[in-house]
């Protein structure tokens, strides 16, 4: 962990890198690094009185608790407190994070004060969202305006306030259940991997390190008290010593080739990667940035920005890495160098050959022009031919038998998926797919709460149906004292009854879960038609990762279905399971069909909101036992009682004979029809989204 260890330290020598993420499989100590962070960061000083926890020597002018008053001679009111560690739940609402009106205050006095929310306790300290790749949306978008911005703004409810936000994000996500948005993902400075050792006496280390501490803690934290002790003066060491550390023009230069060199997008990376190595610098207790502070810089502000696509794997090639580091390293220069080439290059090249003579291969030896049109690509032309004018012959010959697996037919580059939305039905889970009433999104009416329901309570609408039996409800309910004049007064506030009680309606949008049932037998392996599948597969993909859809992915092949995938937010390992499934052996069409139906009834018990979608890509050419596609046809029907969308992908070669199996299973399961041979990529979609508003 001591990438980790390394980016966290740097984050709080430095504010301005902009956080870490932390990326790692379940059990890696992720979030236990991240909350012992606190106990080394120093101290702050705060105004006491400011609830916003402003710098008295730097007051901010937009504080909703200033402007802050001088306190004698001794300047500002201050006092010291430890550094705030504010944990953001992923299942947070939006008031809870940007703070809101004080209902409290609002119903009892009448009057309009804002309460902060956690956006403002974590100005000047840390915002930990664990889990952070399952944040919802409309808390992204939050996040967003306010790591840009450095403040929140509120303006709801009738409440309007600006408040600074400074803070450094850290963040911690499991890849396997999901990847974050990129706009978020951008704005996270450094990134880190964190693995667990296989190794069996780093594994025998650990377990022993957590059994002493459960045996006792205080005894084990205080062999420790010393080394923290150290880590946190050397940070504050360093946070002196930044300002003086120099960032040579040669080392902004070499900081610019690298992040040109990684094909990067936009500025932000270059300067992240700046700041860090000053950072490193002042670490490591230097007053100049060398080249081994931009390496290590480098390795932790890149690796999320160098991804091209959404499916790239993160990541950072240390070859690479210190090639680009060679390359934008100015060399010594040597006088004893002829800048005119000297005489053994006399034709300026770099082996002596000329322009003409570039190949380093003598001329008779240079290859044909048009490869292409070599015997061997017209043998392989006519085989395919030969091959074609057999199945038109005999269409049986081309149902598969034994066929031999374990080929892996490769996708093409994924097409741009149209982006449609469509009108849905009913309540969803939060998504960007469909419309749908749910519980985030924004306010587009109310209704009555129907006993003790539980929700989010829409203010002025509650207030409104409170309103009218004010008079009646303060005569009868409500004591008052006499007046000196012996008149009757009345009481401040709002009497609300739960008959009052509204609650807001929400409007955003659902996802959909996307389950992929796919035919990987022998037939599927021919005529490139699996690779044209697939191609069509990781569109489709790139739009569910887009919309945060979940997927899944089940296959048949040989005598068995396989759940290659169980349903998952991490549509780039279903883009990897995809791009390695082998195609050969028989085809157990209605075993196929009887996974993906059990796949299905699992996650509708587990997540019964989300609805689903099931995408069949076969021929329909069912070979697996006796009566094979009646079993498969059986299946259907069961499917289709429970009310499965789904869409039936017909895979049939296009040339000869068609059975037209794959057609009447759809019309078995009821189901969307689609011709491989019609379908881009966007048709696929649209049958999709279409499909999962039915």
């Given amino acids: 962990m001591e990438e980790l260890q390394l ?13 870490v993420l932390i990326r790692g499989e379940k059990g890696t100590a992720k979030s236990t690094a991240v909350r012992a962070l606190t106990e080394i960061l120093p101290a702050i000083e705060v105004i006491p009185s400011c609830r916003f926890s402003c710098d008295p020597n730097h007051p901010s002018s937009d504080c ?21 560690l504010v944990e953001l739940p992923v299942g947070a609402t ?9 209902l409290e205050r609002a119903l009892s006095e009448g009057v309009t004060a804002y309460e902060p929310g956690l956006l403002a306790a974590a100005h000047r300290g840390l915002l930990y969202v664990d889990e952070v790749n399952l944040l919802h949306d409309h ?17 709801r409810d009738g409440v309007s306030v600006t408040h600074p936000a400074r803070f450094v994000l850290v963040g911690t996500m499991n890849p396997e259940e999901g990847e974050l948005r990129p706009q978020l993902l951008d704005r996270f400075g450094l990134t880190v991997d964190v693995v667990a050792s296989r190794d069996p006496a ?43 550390v120099i960032l040579t023009d040669a080392a902004l230069r070499q900081i610019a080739e690298i992040c040109a060199s990684f094909d990067v997008d936009g500025m932000r990376a270059d300067l992240v990667t700046a700041r860090t190595a000053v950072a490193h610098a002042a670490w490591s207790g230097r007053t100049v940035v060398e080249v081994e502070d931009v390496r290590a810089a480098a390795k932790l502000a890149l690796p999320h920005r160098k991804r091209r696509n959404p499916f790239d794997a993160p990541g950072l090639d240390d070859e690479q890495l210190d090639q680009a580091i060679k390359d934008s390293t100015p060399p010594e220069p040597d006088p004893d160098d002829d800048p005119d080439g000297g005489p053994d290059n006399p034709g300026g090249g770099p082996d002596g050959g000329g322009p003409d003579n570039s190949d380093g291969g003598e001329e008779g030896d240079a290859p044909p022009e048009h490869d292409d049109a070599s015997p061997q690509h017209d043998a392989s032309s006519d085989q395919e031919a030969s091959s074609d004018q057999t199945a038109r012959e005999n269409p049986e010959s081309a149902l598969p038998g034994p066929a031999p697996t374990g080929q892996v037919a490769a996708s093409s580059e994924p097409y741009k998926a149209r982006l449609l939305s469509v009108q849905a039905a009913g309540a969803g889970v939060a998504g960007r797919r469909s419309r749908a009433i749910t519980e985030v999104g924004r306010v587009v009416g109310d209704r009555a709460r129907v006993g003790r329901e539980p929700g989010r309570p829409h203010l002025l609408a509650t207030i409104r149906a409170a309103a009218p039996h004010q008079h009646t409800r303060r005569t009868a309910d409500t004591p008052t004292k006499p007046t000196p004049s012996g008149a009757r007064s009345w009481r401040p506030g709002l009497v609300v009854r739960g008959s009052d009680i509204r609650l807001a309606v929400r409007e955003g949008r659902e996802g959909n879960l996307v389950l992929f049932c796919v035919d990987a037998s022998g037939s599927m392996g021919t005529k490139r038609r699996m690779g044209e599948v697939k191609t069509a597969i990781v ?32 549509v780039e390992t279903a883009v990897r399971r995809l791009e390695s499934l082998p195609t050969g052996g028989r ?30 890509v076969t021929d ?21 009682m429970q009310g499965i969308a789904s869409v039936v992908v017909d895979c049939e070669p296009r040339r000869g004979v068609r059975l037209g199996l794959a057609a009447e299973l759809a019309g078995v399961l009821g189901a969307e029809y689609l011709d491989l041979g019609e379908v881009a990529a966007g048709n696929l979609v649209r049958a999709v989204t279409t499909r999962s508003a039915a």
Avoid: C
């Avoid at 608790?65 to 306190?71: F, V, Y």
């Avoid at 420790?224 to 946070?239: G, H, N, P, S, T």
């Fill in 202 to 244: 780093v594994r025998v280390e650990v377990m022993r390190a957590r059994l002493s501490y459960e045996a006792g803690p205080a005894a084990y934290v205080a062999k420790f008290a010393d080394a923290q002790r150290e880590l946190a003066e050397r940070i504050v060491k360093a946070q002196s010593l930044l300002p003086e």
């Fill in 64 to 84: 909703p608790d200033g402007p802050h008053e001088i306190a004698g001679e001794n300047g500002r009111e201050r006092s010291l407190r430890s550094a705030r």
């Fill in 587 to 616: 085809t157990p069409l209605a075993e196929g069909l009887l996974q993906a139906a059990d796949v299905l009834r699992i996650a509708a018990i587990r997540d019964p909101r989300r609805r689903p979608l099931l995408v069949l």
């Fill in 139 to 155: 808390l992204v978008d939050v996040l967003l305006d306010a790591a840009a911005m450095g403040r929140a703004t509120v303006e």
């Fill in 620 to 640: 329909g050419r069912a070979t697996h036992g006796e009566s094979a596609f009646d079993k498969a046809k059986q299946a259907a029907g069961w499917l289709a």
């Fill in 94 to 102: 939006e008031d809870r994070v940007l703070g809101s009106l004080h």
């Fill in 539 to 570: 569109s489709l993909l790139l739009d569910a990762y887009q919309r945060r859809d979940k997927v899944g992915l089940v296959t048949f092949a040989g005598a068995t279905a396989t759940v290659a995938l169980p349903p998952t937010g991490s």
């Fill in 7 to 19: 980016a966290l330290i740097l984050a709080a020598v430095s504010p301005a890198i902009g956080g």
